[in-house]
T-cell receptor
């Protein structure tokens, strides 16, 4: 059974640019969550999508957005990148909102 | 706001000895997760603890949950080098049907010969 797939795995951007990250959940999983991991702040919840609807959102500015498609694949977008956005962005999927989360390998974003 | 505290943040362990690490949280929840993360890697699910008194064991690791004390423990039996990693606990909270995980800062374990 394939796990959670995130692309790209690594990327480098400059301040002011925008970035889109993609996540394909485990087949049959309908809930996709996104987390940001940094050395200083640790793992922080960004948002959760279920059946194409954002059901929960963390305390991040509006520059961070996401969406989920009918096949449960999800994307997150960060606009007007700042140096502090450099982080590992982790996507996790679960069958439903209360199920066990399975994490992808992450997308490591570096903002220069 | 839910706070999840793990201590200690770093633990140097001697091979063959037993250790316990702790996860405290500040609000009611009956669902707690333990994850392992190796450097540069993603999070690997270790345990899902779903109720008060839950105890789960896998190899040299045993996790338990006391929801009344808002405390989970991860006990390591006869530490081996392969257990060197960072261990996170995460507490689930719910708003209606929505849930999110709040993670602790993680405990980095290093097993020395």
């Amino acid at each position: 059974k394939a796990g959670v797939t995130q692309t790209p795995r690594y990327l480098i951007k400059t301040r002011g640019q925008q970035v889109t990250l993609s996540c394909s959940p485990i087949s049959g999983h309908r809930s996709v969550s996104w987390y940001q991991q940094t050395p200083g702040q640790g793992l922080q919840f960004l948002f959760e999508y279920f059946s194409e609807t954002q059901r929960n959102k963390g305390n991040f500015p509006g520059r961070f957005s996401g969406r989920q498609f009918s096949n449960s694949r999800s994307e997150m977008n960060v606009s007007t990148l700042e140096l502090g956005d450099s982080a590992l962005y982790l996507c996790a999927s679960s069958y439903d909102s209360t199920g066990e989360l399975f994490f992808g390998e992450g997308s490591r974003l570096t903002v220069l | 706001e839910l706070k999840v505290e793990q201590n200690p943040l770093f633990l140097s362990m001697q091979e063959g000895k037993n250790y316990t690490i702790y996860c405290n949280y500040s609000t009611t929840s009956d669902r707690l997760y333990w994850y392992r993360q190796d450097p540069g890697k993603s999070l690997e699910s270790l345990f899902v603890l779903l109720s008060n008194g839950a105890v789960k064991q896998e190899g040299r690791l045993m996790a338990s949950l006391d929801t009344k004390a808002r405390l989970s423990t991860l006990h390591i039996t006869a530490a081996v080098h392969d257990l060197s990693a960072t261990y996170f606990c995460a507490v689930a909270t719910y708003t209606g049907a929505n849930s999110k995980l709040t993670f602790g800062k993680g405990i980095t374990l290093s097993v020395r010969p």
